[in-house]
């Protein structure tokens, strides 16, 4: 069965950090990008970050640059998303995703094909 795992999700303060894991079971996840998204309640979904299969090609959308990283360990079939400095406009549920497009802008996260997605985390930023 092929699935896509969201973890690390939860409660943290103005300030705090949260690493999110995205466990991919069923099928390799070496070859494909990987990719994270998030929506907040009333809000469109919005592409964050992705980093490519080859050459660890990364893109970050502007909210969170420089305060996010995201990385992948494809022995262990999972994508990392690591959250500093976290505010409270990150409070949203997260999703990764999986794809066969190269990332080459941001435009990935409007246009790329898609495979897999998972079923979300949350992420609450909160004092």
């Known amino acids: 069965q092929v699935q896509l795992v969201e973890s690390g999700g939860g409660l943290v303060q103005p300030g705090g950090s949260l690493r999110l894991s995205c466990a991919a079971s069923g099928f390799t996840l070496r070859y494909s990008a990987v990719g994270w998204f998030r929506q907040a309640p009333g809000k469109e979904r919005e592409g964050i970050s992705c980093?490519?299969?080859?050459?660890?090609?990364?893109i970050y959308a502007d909210s969170v640059k420089g305060r996010f990283t995201i990385s992948r360990n494809n022995d262990k079939n999972t994508g990392y998303l690591q959250m500093n400095n976290l505010k409270p406009e990150d409070t949203a549920v997260y999703y990764c995703?999986?794809?066969?497009?190269?990332?080459?802008?941001?435009?990935?996260?409007?246009?790329?094909?898609?495979?897999?997605w998972g079923q979300g985390t949350q992420v609450t930023v909160s004092s």
């Open positions: 980093i490519s299969s080859s050459d660890g090609t990364t």
């Open positions: 995703v999986t794809s066969s497009t190269y990332p080459r802008s941001r435009e990935w996260f409007a246009w790329a094909n898609i495979d897999y």
